[in-house]
Structures are given as C-alpha cells and as structure tokens.
Nanobody, 124 residues
Framework: QVRLVESGGGLVQAGGSLRLSCAAS????????MGWFRQAPGKEREFVAS????????YSADSVKGRFTIARDNTKNTVYLQMNSLKPEDTAVYYC?????????????????WGQGTQVTVSS
C-alpha cells in the first residue's frame, strides 16, 4: 500500500511559479516511476510529467516542456513538480501518482496509487 499526499498548490499570477510536492509513504518508492497528472473543470485528466524510479529518466507533455520540471528525492520519498512561466490554461487540480513499474509513462493505467490532488489556479 502506498499513500500519496500532495502540497504546494495555490493561486498565482500568469508568469509566476509554483513547486508542488508529493510525499509518499509505504514500501518500494524508488522502484516505482512517479507521475503528475492534472484535471481542469469539464476536462479529462491529462498527463503532465513522469520520472523513473531512480530519477534518471523523465517524460513530459508537450504543453509543459521547457516550463515544468519533475524531480524526485528518494531519500525523502518525495517527488516534485517545479512549474515556471505559468499560464491560465495550467489551472487544474494536480494529482501525483505512483507507477506499477520503474519506467516513466504517460499512461494512467500504469499507475496504481493516486493522491487526493492539489488545486493550482493561475490568474491572467
């Protein structure tokens, strides 16, 4: 069993930055890829970024490349999402997810544990 708790969301102006954190409890953190997804009102959940179990490989959605960076600290069982140059269209609930395997992926079915989400609102 893995429990995920996100933090760091909030309200920010366009062009600003936020850093989301996801603290994981349970065994096997470093053997799991970790991912961030988001869901805006009225839209389906979409992939944002993923990182491999040991952190050597990352994979990001085209919409956030060059602006968002995913990282992890396996000594703290924590994964981060640094979000820069935020846009109003980044407004969503952001979810952290723990993967079934160690390779990063954008496929939701490859993740078996999810956090409760944290709200990010970007004002124009």
């Amino acid at each position: 069993q893995v429990r995920l708790v996100e933090s760091g969301g909030g309200l920010v102006q366009a062009g600003g930055s936020l850093r989301l954190s996801c603290a994981a409890s349970g065994r096997g953190f470093s053997s799991r890829a970790m991912g961030w997804f988001r869901q805006a009102p009225g839209k389906e959940r979409e992939f944002v970024a993923s990182i491999s179990g040991i952190g050597g490989s990352t994979y990001s959605a085209d919409s956030v490349k060059g602006r968002f960076t995913i990282a992890r600290d396996n000594t703290k069982n924590t994964v981060y999402l640094q979000m820069n140059s935020l846009k109003p269209e980044d407004t969503a609930v952001y979810y952290c997810a723990a993967g079934k395997y160690s390779s990063p992926t954008k496929t939701p079915d490859a993740y078996d544990y999810w956090g409760q989400g944290t709200q990010v609102t970007v004002s124009s």
